[in-house]
């Protein structure tokens, strides 16, 4: 039988309830006692080496991302292909939903919650407060564009999404005025029957927990002043609210094009792709100095303003790990670098998410105070937490000699650049961590990685030097 490790209060964990639900799937529950510290004995460190939930084993499958074991469960369970299209295009736009629930939503959510579980602090800063409303008028605009996140049916991003926003929303309440949209999809998918048995009670228990460790009247503080309180806390709706729909705005290219700077870690892991399938590519810089990703033409390609964006056809995708996977399963000649068997795919996109969520969350941490808000002072819990990174991918190179298995995949593709970037802030100790020393070394000699890669290298450790002198 299907297992699933998980916690009520997980946002994550509940989006695999919820689509254990959708599917009709037998599956068995298990609670993780983390208070008591379960997750991090050596039983569960097998299954998980970053020690969270959700877990998911099935047969000799073994998943530990959220947004994996979806793609997973739909491909080998769902039975509407709908919910998780095969067409790579229509896939392409589930997926880059699924990142930006990974690495915008879940890690703004993380960016709060962590600080009051782990270390006790009880003050929220305005400055997080202000990133959840950026992620809410981020939904507002996709939302503008489908009806749902990724078109015009629900998908399993809606599903991972929903959670997370769900969580958000306890900490930060809706401006329904400003945020009409995204209230009305909130209140179509909690309506869901497979939403309720799946979400319900786990959401309650973790407004519950948020609640005990913020004082109510410091909530009512953090909500905007024209927004009421609820009891509930969370879904207030509008009468009579409809959700409109219009397709998305599609730019038609005839050759592909990827917008990007050299020194983006995410842009050079596409640049690498595409040397790598040996795609013609039309590479186009985006002048970040003099706001060009802020200008409404780049907007309408990607909401979010950030580099890489990828244009083929009639697609657009502005996730670097979405683009990896599009590109493998529409140019890519060998299967080895992105496999069709669900089991094998499944490990390599708990990677990609572990580099979205992980890697990437932490080298941004420390990235954005430097490059936006001009801090040059690198705090030191995350520069240890970056050592904690050096040491997952360890123990991943430990279990197989790629991120992902025994041969090299979109995975490696995408770590590459940016554990190469955080070694420009942090070095680390050879002896300490040999299987990724040998790992770097293997990767940075390909042909195809120095022609897409090196240059950018080199602009970003420049770039980091004249920050931080």
Same mark, same amino acid.
């Given at each position: 039988?299907?297992?699933?490790?998980?916690?009520?209060a997980s946002p994550?964990?509940?989006?695999?309830?919820?689509?254990?639900?959708?599917f009709?799937?037998?599956?068995?529950?298990?609670?993780?006692?983390?208070?008591?510290?379960?997750h991090?004995?050596?039983?569960?460190?097998k299954?998980n080496?970053?020690?969270?939930?959700?877990?998911?084993?099935?047969?000799?499958?073994?998943?530990?991302?959220?947004?994996?074991i979806?793609?997973y469960?739909?491909?080998?369970?769902?039975?509407?292909?709908?919910?998780?299209?095969?067409?790579?295009?229509?896939?392409?736009?589930?997926?880059?939903?699924?990142?930006?629930?990974s690495?915008?939503l879940f890690?703004?959510?993380?960016?709060?919650?962590y600080?009051?579980y782990?270390?006790?602090?009880?003050?929220?800063?305005?400055k997080?407060?202000?990133?959840?409303?950026?992620?809410?008028?981020y939904?507002?605009?996709?939302?503008?564009?489908s009806?749902y996140?990724a078109?015009?049916?629900?998908?399993?991003?809606?599903?991972s999404? *929903?959670? #997370?926003?769900?969580?958000?929303?306890v900490? %930060? &309440?809706?401006?329904?005025k400003?945020? /009409?949209?995204?209230? =009305?999809?909130l209140?179509?998918?909690?309506?869901?029957?497979?939403?309720?048995?799946?979400?319900?009670?786990?959401?309650k228990? *973790?407004? #519950?927990?948020?609640?005990?460790?913020?004082? %109510? &009247?410091?909530l009512?503080?953090?909500? /905007?002043?024209n927004? =009421?309180?609820?009891?509930?806390?969370?879904?207030?709706?509008?009468?009579?609210?409809?959700?409109?729909?219009?397709?998305n705005?599609?730019?038609?290219c005839?050759?592909?094009?990827?917008?990007?700077?050299?020194?983006s870690?995410?842009?050079?892991?596409c640049?690498v792709?595409?040397?790598?399938?040996?795609i013609?590519?039309?590479?186009v810089d985006?002048?970040?100095?003099?706001?060009e990703?802020r200008?409404?033409?780049?907007?309408?390609?990607n909401?979010?303003?950030?580099?890489p964006?990828?244009?083929?056809?009639?697609?657009?995708?502005h996730?670097?790990h979405?683009?990896?996977m599009?590109?493998?399963d529409v140019y890519?000649?060998?299967?080895?670098?992105?496999?069709?068997?669900?089991?094998?795919?499944?490990r390599?996109?708990q990677?990609?998410?572990?580099?979205?969520?992980v890697?990437?969350?932490?080298?941004?941490?420390?990235?954005y105070p430097?490059f936006?808000d001009g801090?040059?002072?690198?705090?030191?819990?995350?520069?240890?937490?970056?050592?904690?990174?050096?040491?997952?991918?360890?123990?991943?190179?430990?279990?197989s000699?790629?991120?992902?298995?025994?041969?090299?995949?979109?995975?490696?593709?995408?770590?590459?650049?940016?554990?190469?970037?955080?070694?420009?802030i942090?070095?680390?100790?050879?002896?300490?961590?040999?299987k990724?020393q040998?790992?770097?070394?293997?990767?940075?000699s390909?042909?195809?990685?120095?022609?897409?890669?090196?240059?950018g290298a080199q602009?970003?450790?420049?770039?980091?030097?004249?920050?931080?002198?």
């Open positions: 039988m299907v297992m699933l490790y998980k916690l009520d994550p964990a509940r989006a695999c309830m919820v689509a254990c639900e959708l009709n799937i037998p599956v068995q529950l298990i609670n993780v006692d983390m208070p008591s510290g379960e991090k004995k050596p039983e569960y460190l299954k080496p970053l020690h969270t939930v959700p877990v998911l084993e099935d047969d000799n499958v073994i998943i530990h991302d959220s947004h994996a979806l793609m469960l739909a491909d080998v369970y769902g039975k509407q292909d709908s919910v998780y299209p095969k067409d790579p295009k229509q896939r392409a736009r589930v997926n880059q939903m699924l990142f930006f629930d690495s915008v890690q703004r959510l993380r960016n709060i919650t600080p009051l782990v270390e006790g602090i009880t003050d929220i800063p305005e997080n407060l202000l990133a959840i409303d950026e992620a809410y008028g939904i507002e605009e996709f939302l503008s564009r009806k996140l078109g015009d049916n629900i998908t399993i991003a809606d599903v999404a *929903f959670t #997370t926003v769900g969580a958000l929303v900490i %930060r &309440d809706l401006d329904t400003k945020y /009409p949209k995204l209230q =009305a999809w209140k179509e998918i909690e309506s869901l029957p497979y939403i309720q048995k799946g979400n319900t009670k786990g959401a228990e *973790f407004e #519950t927990f948020v609640k005990s460790k913020l004082e %109510r &009247d410091a009512r503080k953090w909500r /905007p002043q927004v =009421a309180s609820t009891e509930s806390g969370v879904f207030r709706t509008r009468p009579n609210q409809k959700v409109t729909s219009k397709e705005d599609i730019v038609l005839l050759m592909v094009k990827l917008y990007k700077i050299n020194a870690p995410p842009a050079r892991s640049m792709a595409c040397e790598l399938f040996n013609p590519v039309q590479l985006v002048d970040f100095a003099s706001g990703n200008k409404p033409e780049y907007l309408k390609k909401p979010l303003h950030t580099v964006v990828l244009e083929d056809d009639n697609v657009v995708i996730d670097s979405a683009i990896l599009y590109l493998a890519g000649k060998q299967e080895s670098y992105y496999p069709k068997d669900p089991k094998q795919r499944a390599v996109n990677i990609l998410f572990f580099n979205s969520s890697l990437f969350g932490t080298l941004r941490n420390i990235s430097l936006v801090i040059t002072d690198v705090p030191e819990k995350n520069l240890l937490a970056i050592d904690e990174a050096y040491g997952y991918i360890e123990e991943f190179l430990s279990r000699k790629y991120l992902a298995g025994d041969n090299i995949t979109i995975a490696d593709i995408s770590a590459f650049p940016m554990i190469g970037g955080l070694i420009a942090r070095q680390f100790d050879a002896k300490k961590y040999p990724l040998a790992w770097l070394k293997e990767i940075e390909l042909p195809y990685v120095q022609k897409g890669n090196a240059k602009e970003y450790e420049q770039f980091l030097k004249s920050k931080l002198g």
